[in-house]
């Protein structure tokens, strides 16, 4: 029986790490991810402009959201938001950073998280007035906050976004 354990081990380990990182691979675990936070994203960053955000190469395929703009990111960067990756704010910057399945915050958070862990890594979040949103701040950045939009019927923290602790004025 225990030989039968150590040889399934490794597969069992490998399904359960591409279903909780959403479809990273297991030799990227958790801490080998790259970190969403707590001024933006490698080389993009909050309150950019739309020009600098365009020229890290991580963006694609640009996008009207009312008054603003979104972009995807590349393809390499993960499965990302249903709504957009990143939001330009009608004044031209860097307004939200949405997590994709191969980003983590750097204390840990990562999307298709249980509401009950982000709160234990983020004792301070609260529920923002929007419905379904849950808001923390973001540790290392005033200026910012972490938004956790979440499934009620599971608690699940589907989506994770960096974001400037200010309306981006799309009117969408």
């Known amino acids: ?27 990227a675990a958790p801490g080998a ?9 490698k080389s993009l960053k909050l309150n950019q402009t739309e020009a600098q955000a365009a020229a890290t190469g991580l963006l694609t395929d640009k996008q009207r959201m009312g008054s603003c703009t979104t972009y995807r990111f590349v393809a390499s960067e993960g499965t990302g938001s249903e709504y957009g990756d990143v939001v330009i704010g009608l004044n031209g910057k860097v ?7 191969r ?20 004792p301070e979040l609260v529920r923002d007035p929007r419905p ?6 973001v540790p290392g950045n005033r200026a ?13 923290a589907t989506d994770i976004s960096l974001q400037k602790d200010e309306d981006p004025g799309c009117g969408a």
């Open 1 to 27: 029986m225990n030989k039968l354990l150590r040889t399934l081990a490794p597969a069992v380990a490998t399904a359960a790490a591409l279903t909780v990182l959403g479809g990273a691979t297991a030799s």
């Open 33 to 41: 991810l790259p970190i969403l936070g707590p001024n933006g994203y």
């Open 95 to 101: 307004h939200s950073i949405s997590a994709t399945s």
């Open 103 to 122: 980003m983590l915050t750097r204390e840990g958070a990562w999307n298709n998280m249980h509401l009950d862990d982000v709160k234990a890594i983020y």
């Open 132 to 137: 379904a949103l849950y808001r923390a701040p």
């Open 144 to 156: 910012a906050i972490y938004v956790f939009t979440v499934n009620n019927d599971q608690g699940i």
